[in-house]
């Protein structure tokens, strides 16, 4: 079975503070997305690499950053988080060239006070 | 707005009953995928489909592409089949990127 992990289901940071949200998935897919989660937006696309060092943006890419050092491996960093940063991020994976399925990590939501 | 609509947002049914949800999108796609996410708990793909139909124990999915729309049926529902579920649909290209529909949060009372 694919797994794809996050680094923390929940997580509670202050305003201004730097950020890390980590995803790793064990099968060896080219893809890794991140996307964030809000009542009445459905997910949105923050950023996506589909290989590594890779990186492209997007819909929603203003105040966030990532890093794709190893294939297995897809972060999310918050420069200087604040308050409408607040929500629930799910990262996901896909083999090659679509369509193909994503599997999605377990979500981590972050607050931001 | 949203690319893709999905309808009802919200639906309650009584243990039993056959359930439709329904998900239209704009443009041509290469293929729609129905997700499923329990409160609290990740995401998981139920199906992807370009065209036709697929069943997977109790859940129908089915496509028409002519008319740009999916339905997601589930017969016989039961409480655990509540949740929130995700219509996606993927445009093409290269990169897998996927368009999501708002969800439908769905409560089976027993």
């Known amino acids: 079975d694919v797994k794809v992990t996050q680094s923390s289901r929940y997580l509670v940071k202050r305003t201004g503070e730097k950020v890390f949200l980590e995803c790793v998935q064990d099968m060896d897919h080219e893809n890794m997305f991140w996307y964030r989660q809000d009542p009445g937006l459905g997910l949105r696309l923050i950023y996506f690499s589909y290989d590594v060092k890779m990186k492209e943006k997007g819909d929603i890419p203003e105040g966030y950053s990532v890093s794709r050092e190893k294939k297995e491996r897809f972060s999310l960093i918050l420069e200087s988080a604040s308050t409408n940063q607040t929500s629930m991020y799910l990262c996901?994976?896909?083999?090659?060239?679509?369509?193909?399925?994503?599997?999605f990590g377990p979500g981590t939501r972050l607050t931001v006070t | 707005k949203n690319e893709v609509e999905q309808s009802p947002q919200n639906l309650t049914a009584q243990e039993g009953e056959f359930i439709t949800i329904n998900c239209s999108y704009s443009?041509?796609?290469?293929?729609l995928h129905w997700l499923q996410q329990h409160p609290g708990g990740g995401i998981v793909s139920l199906f992807m489909l370009s065209s036709g139909k697929k069943k997977h124990g109790r859940l129908i999915a089915t496509i028409n592409i002519q008319e740009k729309h999916s339905s997601l049926h589930i017969t016989a529902s039961h409480p655990r089949d509540s949740a929130v579920y995700i219509c996606a649909v993927d445009y093409g290209g290269a990169t897998n990127k996927l368009i999501f529909g708002t969800g439908t949060l769905l409560a089976v009372q027993p």
């Open positions: 443009v041509g796609i290469s293929a």
């Open positions: 996901a994976s896909s083999s090659g060239r679509g369509p193909y399925e994503q599997y």
